[in-house]
């Protein structure tokens, strides 16, 4: 008899009108399988939800050593709402034996086309000129004049694939570009029409710094208030990463003080911002809500690819991304695993 497998999603992938804000279109890389929504609301997976599925689609919702901690504990994947997975314990489940994934290729470009969005805004003073359109300051445009991006220097902090796709689309503006990755070649970034450059020279040197590099404990607070030291007057911090990976209270000092012309944030420290957070009341910022790449597109390219990998696990399949390749030697991976495909 073939093993009844249970899929759940987690509820915070819904919208107000009880929808998967994924659309409909991408529950079909399932297949057969069956799933249904977790029926808690939950900022981390408790062991009871781990006991009652195989594999759990999960986008905020933590997971921790104790989320999987107990004997019942049934998961075989554990598939990740794209590329960051912070929030989850990798390690934890190593040593278990769940397979993590998440969906990198789905987030490159339209994590890429934020932090572009983010350069244009910002250069071009857009929020400046919304208020003054809306606010009857029509002849006070010339006192708000806009930058251009050619010759500019844009700063990429972490090479990976929404940092190469980022240089991609930049380069249309002919801005010289700059990136700082100690794990990419420098052949790579050179061949792409950036050069690799060491983070601090990078930091004194770009007008617009972006920030695309995975959170660890390596990059936590990597932008720290050294870093933000180094940066022009005239410079623009534009984070589309993980809010941590800048110590917020150094680049608060930072723009109240002067010292940096703004910021594009997509991304805080402490997620939901605090309304009393000094950066949504600032001139010289943009926020928005951990969702600006969040399109129809997007989503959809994000939940295909999730699903198709739980899909892929629960027909002993190895998923095309696994971020804890080390887990196929675990045994109770090879006991569920019948091909491997190459990672």
């Excluded at 409909?24 to 977790?38: H, I, S």
């Excluded at 972006?210 to 911090?237: F, Q």
């Excluded at 917020?248 to 911002?273: K, M, S, T």
Aim: hydrophobic share 45%; aromatic share 6%; charged share 20%.
């Amino acid at each position: 008899m073939e093993p009844t497998f249970r899929i759940g999603l987690t509820r915070d992938l819904l919208t107000g009108s009880g929808a998967p804000s994924f659309g409909e279109a991408a529950l079909g890389a399932l297949g057969e399988l069956a799933w249904e929504w977790v029926a808690e609301d939950v900022s981390e997976i408790t062991p009871e939800i781990a006991a009652r599925y195989d594999a759990p689609r999960v986008n905020m919702p933590r997971v921790t050593a104790a989320s999987i901690g107990r004997q019942d504990c049934r998961l075989r994947i554990i598939a990740r709402h794209g590329v960051g997975y912070d929030s989850v314990d990798a390690p934890a489940l190593t040593k278990a034996g769940i397979v993590l994934t998440n969906t990198p290729v789905a987030v490159r470009r339209p994590v890429a086309t934020i932090a572009i969005t983010y350069v244009l805004a910002l250069a071009q003073k857009l929020r400046v000129k919304d208020r003054l359109t809306r606010s009857c300051g029509w002849n006070r445009r010339t006192d708000h004049m806009g930058q251009g991006l050619t010759e500019k220097c844009l700063g990429i902090v972490g090479a990976g694939g929404i940092g190469i796709e980022t240089i991609c689309l930049a380069r249309v503006f002919d801005m010289r570009i700059l990136a700082a990755d100690p794990y990419v070649e420098a052949a790579i970034i050179q061949a792409l029409g950036a050069e690799k450059v060491p983070l601090e020279r990078l930091m004194a040197e770009a007008d617009f710094v972006v920030i695309s590099c995975i959170l660890n404990e390596e990059t936590r607070h990597l932008i720290n208030a050294g870093k933000i030291a180094l940066m022009k007057p005239t410079a623009y911090l534009i984070n589309v990463a993980r809010g941590p990976i800048v110590d917020e209270a150094a680049l608060i000092a930072a723009l109240l003080a002067g010292r940096i012309a703004g910021a594009g944030l997509d991304v805080f420290e402490h997620e939901p911002v605090d309304p009393a957070n000094p950066l949504l009341a600032m001139e010289n910022t943009l926020v928005t809500p951990h969702a600006l790449c969040w399109t129809d597109e997007c989503f959809d390219a994000i939940a295909t690819s999730a699903l198709s990998d739980i899909e892929a696990a629960l027909s002993g399949r190895w998923p095309r991304f696994v971020v804890n390749p080390e887990v196929l030697t675990h045994p109770r991976v090879r006991a569920w695993l019948v091909s491997r495909r190459d990672i």
